[in-house]
């Protein structure tokens, strides 16, 4: 299935765009992330969590929905 | 998942204090209300290596932000007995000094206000994506985390 993935703040460094949509045939949201970390591998250093049509996932979560975000830590206020 | 489009929190620049003064002079016409209680951040210029942090640029997951700030919203009138209550966060860059954060809550008596208060500004800190870049008066940068 076609999963637009959102990058934001330092995570966005890395990758160096803020979005791109991934053709990904997988299940879990942890083997998404192992295709990202292959492509990106300064992803890897980064502390970040995964939201899935804009709820917090586990890793182990499965892949369910078309948009991904990869959230760095929040900062608000 | 919501496809309910959220009232936008997000304001872009720093949140002036003419703004904040008219969201108060608003509330002279709703006479229920016995206690007011505002949450302003600001941005400090914070000293990280010898350098100087002069403004921290702000972006958010901004469809998902809005829906955790109107989840807030919503259990904060749940847990609290609220006549009113009103968020707005800066999105792009605010200069040390300026206001990013301004929080306002409204209720018949003061006890409450205090306590909702607290409650939606710790939310706010902890729920909702937005991310900030600090920026050194060099012009090199790091990411904030909120602690």
Redesign the interface.
Known sequence: MQIDI?Y???IAEVTQQKEESLEFSGTLVSELLDILYNKYTLLKDKDFQV?Q???LVSIEAKVT?TEI?L??????? | MTEKKHKNVFQKGAISSEFIGNSIAKHQTKTSIGAHNIFLGQVRADVIDDKTVTAIEYTAYEDMANAKFHEIREAAFDKFELTCMHIYHSLGTVKAGEICLFVFVSSPRRKIVFKALEYIVEAIKADVPVFGKEIFEDESHQWKVNS
């Open positions: 959102k934001f703040g330092q939201a049509n804009q709820e929905g975000a959230l760095p830590p929040f900062a608000g206020g």
